[in-house]
């Protein structure tokens, strides 16, 4: 039967689907007409949806999924375009390590590199054009983001909201400084209304993040058919994956925290359907650093998100690998839903951003965030603040490249750096969900002290730009710690996509080890065929476990994929920082 429809069709039951959530977010629109016009906005004339929503499973991913997280232009030399370049070293240096990259924002914008976007529809010149992003597309799944809830304040949305130009004088948040707004959830200490001067007077508009970003009101629909439009840009330029930048605070009610209304996950629930309707095949990510409830409700009931960030593991590992104990990661991790089915998580240590520590809430207690805080800057890092309620402030991020943060322990420096970095990684590859890898993790980047100085932020630290011509020569110097670093991610992880039991939705479990220095797994193929028993020494010390410990079952031949020892009966050691994957076969 055919899996398409035609567009134009008025009654069908995807309408049926769709229509309930148009109501419950604009009840005093009329309902069928704005019905259509989602339609026609998600796919115009010409386009085919499946006649079918995709039945939640675990086909949309696999162990080979493993993703590179960029900015555009973290490869230069002043000749080339950069996504020229970023192209040439995707196929040099990843081609089937990695198969998918995220692009950070690569619109026009004017501020926070790339996250006050002040064109949607376009390529920043400066990075190249769409041609070279539909290049990437045609060799990896392609990341994009969709900076659905700010623009610029200096792009054409707001100068025409300014001007009092339809349809855009409604479409930012408005607000009065006489509002209650006490309860506001903010990730920044920038007062949160900014008076602007508009055709109609003065006003004050929301800012969440910075008075260059303001927030769009998206109870105007005209707000949102506008993104479904940039979504269907995204998804004919070869975009697979749509990350929601920010989606969390995209509802705003004054009187309330103004972060996770049920409006917010109506509306990922609609993208949802959209694209589980969609030819193509579109996963939606949500980017939610908040502690774990918060982030886990964007999973919905298997209709929001398809993926969303293991925000928790940043500072979880951090700490396990400072301090050489994996209790809390242990306890964390143990205490862990698997991902619904059709869903899966997004598991990473670094991004563009610093390390959350607004997940590690309830994770870790007052002393051993201190324990980490101090000892981030004692290696050089920087801490970002958020705004309390209350008007004080408390750690939002650490901002530090993560293998810098690698150094050094509580005990102090060691030979160990490059081992500790690389159990970091390990253990990333290791868990339920889909890797993710930040372009600087890769390769050693040290924090970038002059760029925060230039630019005067601390995020700065953790986005350097490399001379490519320079890189280059590092990569193919054996002793550069570029290549040291890039040598064995690359093994372990073309090793990881051969291996079911790495499956993002491979049945995983958490063991109770009896000593706190190792954090262990078992993952089970979705056939049952493998086993793998992941065992990481988060401590500067070797560690010796009984086989016992391991449940190894009997007259099967199990062997350590990372060192390609036979493991037999009788205790296993485990070096320093040393990683063991046993499995019962290698493939």
Sequence with gaps: MDQVTDTKEKTTAFSRLLKPYLAFLYPDVDTDILATKVIEAFWPEGARRRKRGRVPGNMMWSQSDALLITYGNTLRDGVHKPLDLLYDFLLGNLKGVLNG???????PFTSDDGFAVSDFRAVNPQLGDWTDINRIAGEFKLMSDLVLNHVSSQGRWFNAYRQGQAPYDRFFFEASPDDDLDMVVRPRTTPLLQEVETISGPRHVWCTFSHDQIDLDFRNPEVLLEFLRIIRLHIDNGVQIIRLDAVAFLWKEVGSPSIHLPQTHAIVRLMRLLCDYAVEPVVLLTETNVPKAENLSYFGERDEAHVIYNFPLPPLILHAMMTGTAKHLAKWQRAMPPAPLGCAYLNFTASHDGIGMRPAEGLLSADDQKTVIDLVRKIGGLVSMRALPDGGEAPYELNTTFFEAMRETVNGVDEYHLARFICSQTIVMSLEGI???????????????????KRGMNRAINRHRWDYDDLRQRLANPGSMQA???????????????????HPNATQFTFPMADERVFGLWRQSLDRHQSIFALHNVSAETVTIPDSALNLIADLTWIDLLSGDHIGTGDITLAPYQCRWISNTGH
């Design 484 to 502: 040291q670093v890039m040598s064995q991610m690359r093994m372990r992880l073309q090793l990881r996509k051969e291996q079911a039991a790495f």
């Design 101 to 107: 990259v995220h692009i950070l924002p690569f619109f």
């Design 435 to 453: 890797p993710a890898f930040y372009i600087h993790s890769l390769l050693a980047t040290p924090n970038d002290h002059d760029s925060v100085e």
